[in-house]
């Protein structure tokens, strides 16, 4: 009888720590989540900071400065637009850069929220959090989880 107590008292111990363990590291978990949102703000405000960019705050996380807005011809998600663009990682490395046609819809959310903040011929510098941009899969010389900024021009909208 006592050997069954015994074995009892350790199963239901050891259930105990096992829940204990499992919301340690959920809550660890979480943390380094909040942590590397807050980490990835303080790399964007602080390359604005660093290259003179006086930024505005969009909802989605994306840091914006309109440098020039363009007229009146602004793009929506369907439309097709033609752009120059030059495109960084936080220590300033250029990943790409050059002129591209594509529809709006087909490129990264970052770009689908701040080039209709523009018109045509206008120009924008748009800093963009990882999770609207590559997220953690990254994409060529992109590393996961890297925020990005754009020098966008925006030469025609279809």
């Not at 111990?13 to 829940?19: K, S």
């Not at 290259?51 to 439309?79: C, E, F, H, W």
Request: charged share 15%; with cysteine.
């Amino acid at each position: 009888m006592n050997n069954m107590i015994s074995k009892t008292r350790y199963t239901l111990i050891f259930r105990n720590l096992t829940v204990a363990i499992l919301l340690m590291l959920g809550i660890f978990s979480q943390m380094s989540c909040s942590k590397s949102s807050a980490s990835e703000k303080d790399q964007m405000t602080g390359y604005a900071a660093k290259n003179n960019i006086t930024y505005v705050s969009d909802p989605s996380g994306v840091l914006y400065q309109i440098i020039t807005a363009g007229n009146s011809n602004k793009p929506r998600l369907t439309s097709t637009i033609t752009v120059t663009y030059t495109g960084k990682l936080m220590n300033d490395q250029t990943f790409d850069s050059g002129t591209i046609t594509f529809p709006l819809n087909n490129l990264i959310p970052g770009w689908q929220i701040a080039l209709p903040l523009i018109g045509e011929g206008g120009q924008i510098k748009i800093l963009i959090p990882s999770s609207l941009g590559y997220g953690s899969r990254g994409s060529g010389s992109i590393p996961g989880n890297s925020p990005l900024y754009f020098d966008v021009s925006l030469l025609k909208v279809k």
